[in-house]
């Protein structure tokens, strides 16, 4: 065998010691001539269960053939999947955002197992996506990444659904103002196939941020799931990897401060989720990269809202695909001098990408930045008495810009959502739902149903909700997530009761409570302790204003050049 270049895959398939290895690779088809080739993992999300990821087994097809004709040999590898659009609302959504984690780990374990040259991830639901780039900025090995693509929009009549409409039709229901017929029209309606939930939720949030990042190729993101070009998407990925890994390119190139600004301008200016915060800054952490989640405050009162995309707006990915999609996108955020000019895996920088946009004939869904849809940004970080690290208010879907009412506290999702239910909640009450936190979880659920429910009863914009967990991308109204510290890792939010007075001033970017909160004991969830995974998370999890990742950083304290792996691992904090 000859070799042109070094490969990592050598390590498994060069030289007599490794005749074992090829001899079992030759059991999977690999003949003489393709271990002089760059193996490129295909790693694959696919699953039955969600219909984000439903189609991806038939996209890698087209990946592997490109990676073949570009020279390479194509393996193929899966990693675990956890929808949270099924899981909401559930026990199960607890393990969501842990989904996340396992998933980055899987990839790498798959890649640096098999000294693979390259990667190309296939990526649908919601954690599938961050955790596909944290794991490149983690390996720093050459790839990309393809997004499955947003469902087609649901129809009943002349309306457009999406899975939103069927979480707010819950509420519309409890509220006695649509009956059981008319959830079930909605039910059966909203979903109409392959593909993720549709509008500017987390998937197509962290979506647009691959291509941002660019770790996606520009374009290739926007195709609809089954749209006829997005096969041809998923070859363009598999020759790029071929190209990334024959040229030793790896994703720390592209993975820059001005990167990760960009991708934080894309989540503000299209009304995206505030799951983008906690992703994006766990890009961060495994790149490397300082990215206080004051960055993010500051980029959002810079980057207004310029589409008109749900769940604030009025369209969906798949108007804003025909409009233009992410190059009309950005070519209108360049204008405004809001996008630094940075590399992609497709050779072409962003600037350059972005340049040969075409815009749709009489298109309403992307704006300009000097005439936006909405003057401020996506979303607000707040402190105070009670978020002392910060706090995400998401601003798309409601004007408010504070509040003020009586505390209604709640220790977990499922007694906020009863009392929404029974109709018990009224306007001006501020809910606090505490131990929802990446610890207290453990995993940091989404609100969804009961940002819904309070949507469905017509109450979205005369309440606030504020938690330690998450919310889901379709949520709107005056909802507050991500408080840190949360209660289980002794936050104040742990120390709230029913009746205290808060205050939320958005402009001043405070939360405080007319309270003594340091006088008094912390709250208790009252649940067992987690076991199994769910305790391995809740023991390594970060803060959610640092990502909540599960990274095990080097303590303060400098190990000598000589300290070995272990000791290093001892010194580390229980």
């Known amino acids: 065998m000859t070799h042109d270049r070094r490969k990592s895959s050598d390590a498994i398939t060069a030289g007599a010691a490794r005749a074992p290895a090829r001899a079992m690779l030759r059991a999977t088809g690999m003949t003489d001539g393709d271990f002089d080739k760059p193996m490129i993992g295909v790693i694959n999300t696919w699953t039955t269960v969600t219909p984000c990821n439903m189609h991806l087994a038939d996209l890698a097809a087209p990946v592997r053939e490109a990676v073949r004709e570009a020279g390479g040999h194509p393996v193929d590898f899966n990693t675990i999947v956890v929808s949270d659009g099924i899981s909401m609302g559930t026990e199960g959504m607890r393990a969501s955002l842990i989904s996340r984690e396992v998933i980055t780990d899987s990839i790498e374990l798959a890649t640096r197992g098999h000294s693979l040259d390259g990667v190309v991830i296939l990526v649908g639901c919601d954690k599938t996506i961050p955790a596909a780039a944290m794991a490149l900025a983690r390996m720093d090995v050459p790839g990309c990444i393809l997004y499955g693509g947003t469902i087609m929009p649901g129809k009943l009549g002349d309306q457009a659904l999406s899975i939103q409409d069927v979480f707010e039709a ?45 770790l996606s190729p520009m374009g290739v993101n926007d195709i609809p799931a089954p749209h006829p070009d997005k096969p041809e998407a998923a070859a363009r990925c598999g020759r790029l990897a071929v190209e990334l890994a024959k040229s030793g390119t790896t994703p720390r190139r592209f993975i820059t401060e001005a990167s990760l600004r960009n991708a934080v301008v894309g989540a503000s200016a299209s009304g995206g989720s505030t799951n983008a915060v906690l992703h994006v800054a766990a890009i961060a952490a495994e790149a490397g990269i300082p990215f206080d989640i004051a960055e993010f405050d500051r980029i959002s009162s810079e980057a207004p809202v310029i589409t008109d995309l749900k769940p604030g707006g009025r369209f969906l990915a798949h108007h804003m695909f025909l409009a233009g999609g992410s190059r009309l996108f ?202 199994g995974v769910f305790a391995k998370y809740a023991a390594l999890v970060s803060s959610a204003s640092r990502g909540a990742t599960t990274i095990i950083a080097p303590t303060a304290t400098k190990a000598s050049p000589q300290t070995t792996d272990m000791q290093s691992k001892q010194e580390m904090p229980a």
């Open 170 to 214: 819950v509420g519309a229901h409890a509220a006695g103002t649509l009956d059981d017929a008319g959830l079930d029209k909605v039910e059966k309606a909203a979903c109409p196939g392959a593909g993720a939930c549709g509008g500017q939720f987390t998937a197509n949030t962290m979506a647009m941020i691959l291509t941002m990042l660019g």
């Open 330 to 531: 950005g070519q209108r955020l360049i204008e405004g001098g809001l996008l630094a000019d940075t590399p992609t895996v497709s050779g072409k920088s962003l600037h350059e990408e972005c340049a040969s946009a075409e815009e749709s004939l009489n298109q309403r869904v992307i704006q300009s930045v000097a005439n936006p849809v909405k003057p401020d940004g996506g979303f607000r970080v707040l402190t105070g008495d009670l978020a002392p690290e910060g706090a995400v208010l998401k601003l798309s879907g409601h004007a408010r810009s504070e509040f003020s009412g009586p505390a209604r506290v709640f220790e977990c999702e499922e007694d906020a959502f009863a009392a929404v239910e029974a109709n018990s909640v009224k306007a001006g009450d501020i809910i606090i739902i505490r131990n929802e936190g990446p610890k207290g979880g453990p995993g940091m659920r989404e609100m969804l149903g009961v940002t819904a429910a309070l949507v469905g009863q017509g109450l979205a914009g005369d309440v606030a909700l504020i938690t330690d967990g998450r919310f889901s991308g379709a949520s709107k109204g005056f909802v507050i997530g991500h408080v840190s510290p949360e209660a289980a890792d002794g936050g104040p939010i742990g120390r709230v009761r029913n009746g205290d007075r808060v205050r939320i001033d958005v402009a001043a970017r405070r939360i405080d409570v007319d309270a003594d909160l340091s006088a008094r004991p912390q709250s208790s969830s009252g649940r067992p302790a987690p076991t």
